[in-house]
C-alpha cells in the first residue's frame, strides 16, 4: 500500500506543474494588473512604470514564472502584493475556517443524504422514494449564493435566529450554521443520489437475499449488509466532491463575508494579487489531490478484495 501511495505522490507532481503553469498564464492574460488595481486609472506613468518594476512585472513571463517556482519548490509561496504579507501566513490564518465550513457541510450532506438514499432504495417506487428523487433534483439545481440569500432572508432578517454574516470569532461556532447548510445542501442531493443507485444494486445480490431468508431484521439488513456494501462509491463521490465544495465555499464565503479561504481568493482575484491567487490554488489543489489520494487507500479498508499494486 505504501509502494503505491508513493507513486500516487509521484504522479502527482507533473500535474501540479502543470496546473502551476495554466493558473500562471491565465491569470496574465486576464485583464487588469495589480499596478492599475493598487494605483487606480488615473496613476501617472512613471509611477506606474517603478511599481511594476519593484513587483518584478517588467520581466518575461518565463523568467517571472522560474522564480515564482524557484521560491515554491523551497515551500515559499510569497509576498501577497495587496496585504503585504507571507501568503503562507494568510492562508495559514483563513484555512481553518474553510476546514470547518467544508467538514461541516459534507456532514450535514451525510446525516440528511444517506439515511434518505437508503429509504428511497429499499422503497423504490413509492412516495418516499419519488418525494426524495424530486427533492434532490431540486437540491442540485439550486445556486449555492442564492440559497444562501435565501437563508438570510429567512433565518437572520425575518426571523433573526443566526447571524446574517461575520467571522466564527465574531458570533462563535453559529456563525457558521448558515453558511454550512447553504453548502450542504447542495451536496445532500447529490448523496441521495449515489446512495439511492449503490443500495440498488447491492439490494439485488444474493448475500442480501440469504440475510434475508435467515430472518435478520430489515435494519440489520439494510444499514449493515447493504449500505456497508456500498460504501466504496459513497466514499468515492465525497472525495470527488471536495474540490467542487472548496470551490463552492469561494461563493459560500462571499455571501456570508466569512473570513475563509474563499473570501481571500477573491479579495486576491480583484486586486490582481499574483502571488495569492497562485498560492491559493496550489494550495487547493495539492488538498484535493491527497483527499483523492485518502480516499484510494480507504477502499483496501472497506473492501478486503481491494489490492494495491
Known sequence: MWSYAARRILLVVPVLFGLSILVFLLIHLAPGDPVTAQLGIHATAETAERLRS?????????????LW???VVHLDLGTSLYAHA??????????PT??????????LSLVIGVPLGVVSATRRDGIIDNVGRVLSI???????FWLGFLLILAFAIGIPIFPPGGSVSE???????LPSVTLGA???????????????EVLGADYIRTAQAKGLSRFAVNYRHALGNSLIPLVTVVGLQVGVLLSGAVLTETVFSLP????????AVAARDYPMILGSVLFVAVLVVLVNLAVDLLYGVLDPRVRYE
Open 98 to 107: 474553510t476546514l470547518a465550513l467544508t467538514v461541516a457541510s459534507i456532514l
Open 86 to 95: 507571507p501568503v503562507t501566513e494568510l492562508i495559514a490564518q483563513r484555512f
Open 138 to 144: 431540486i437540491d442540485v439545481s439550486i445556486p449555492v
Open 186 to 200: 447542495s451536496f445532500a442531493g447529490v448523496v441521495v443520489r449515489f446512495t439511492r443507485a449503490a443500495m440498488l
Open 260 to 267: 475563509g479561504l474563499g473570501l481571500l481568493m477573491m479579495g
Open 69 to 71: 517556482l524557484n521560491r
Open 54 to 66: 519593484s513587483l518584478g512585472l517588467n520581466d518575461p513571463l518565463p523568467v517571472q514564472y522560474a
Open 171 to 177: 458570533y462563535g461556532p453559529i456563525a457558521l450554521v
